[in-house]
């Protein structure tokens, strides 16, 4: 019967603790917001509203679930940003559209110029930490959107998510598509370093 040699064994563990070093690589997570074009207008209430969202005076509000799209609590949430787009109501002319949108716990404002130029804007807002941790605790988060002057359309909104996948069972035995856990293959490599040098002190 043929012994595994020791600088083999050595080799795997050295692997694994390479694969202990290294984290699993993030998924994203897409969620898209894309009711019919709904005007906001300072001063007034967007009517109709979309359905599943909240209209009030100047603004109206949704929620990006990601818990339909893959999201599972254990998971764990590494960034995430938002891109939203607004178009021109009027496509003539400057119309000095101002805006702001209320994203978690955080807010961003275009206050000056001409904020919804013709051809429309998305802007990209980053997730700041407590943004995370609001998307991270039920993987939801309400966005508003605010006219703070003139007239403009709410078009869509996408958020996407860069997230690792936790493990739902951890005492289950991995399958076909699981990965074995970095901490578990670095016991295992451990393991078999200490087996192969034990039989070298006995030979």
């Known amino acids: 019967m043929k012994i595994i040699g020791t600088k083999a064994l050595i080799g795997v563990a050295v692997l694994?603790?390479?694969?202990?070093?290294?984290?699993?690589?993030?998924?994203?997570?897409?969620?898209?917001?894309?009711p019919t074009d709904t005007t906001i207008t300072l001063g007034l209430t967007p009517t109709p509203c979309p359905?599943?969202?909240?209209?009030?005076?100047?603004?109206?509000?949704?929620?990006?679930?990601?818990?339909?799209?893959?999201?599972?609590l254990v998971d764990t949430i590494i960034?995430?940003?938002?891109a939203i787009h607004l178009t021109e109501q009027v496509v003539t002319g400057t119309n000095n559209e101002t805006y702001l949108y209320d994203i978690g716990t955080q807010t961003f404002a275009c206050i000056s110029g001409n904020c919804v130029p013709n051809p429309g804007v998305t802007d990209n807002v980053g997730f700041n930490?407590?943004?995370?941790?609001?998307?991270?605790?039920?993987?939801?988060?309400?966005?508003?959107?605010?006219?703070?002057?003139?007239?403009?359309?709410?078009?869509?909104?996408?958020?996407?998510?860069?997230?690792?996948?936790?493990?739902?069972?951890?005492?289950?035995?991995?399958?076909?598509?699981?990965?074995?856990?970095?901490?578990?293959?670095?016991?295992?490599?451990?393991g078999l370093a200490a087996f192969g040098w034990r039989l070298r002190r006995r030979s």
């Not at 960034?79 to 938002?82: G, M, P």
């Not at 006219?147 to 997230?163: I, K, N, P, R």
Request: hydrophobic share 45%; with cysteine; charged share 10%.
């Open 129 to 190: 930490v407590g943004s995370i941790a609001d998307l991270q605790a039920d993987g939801m988060i309400t966005i508003k959107v605010s006219s703070t002057s003139g007239s403009f359309l709410f078009a869509d909104s996408v958020l996407t998510a860069e997230v690792t996948k936790g493990d739902l069972d951890p005492g289950s035995v991995p399958g076909p598509t699981q990965i074995p856990e970095p901490s578990t293959l670095l016991l295992l490599g451990a």
């Open 16 to 34: 694994s603790a390479l694969w202990a070093a290294t984290p699993a690589g993030a998924i994203p997570i897409p969620d898209t917001v894309n």
């Open 79 to 82: 960034s995430a940003t938002v």
């Open 51 to 72: 359905t599943g969202f909240i209209c009030t005076t100047s603004a109206l509000s949704f929620v990006h679930d990601i818990t339909d799209d893959g999201f599972a």
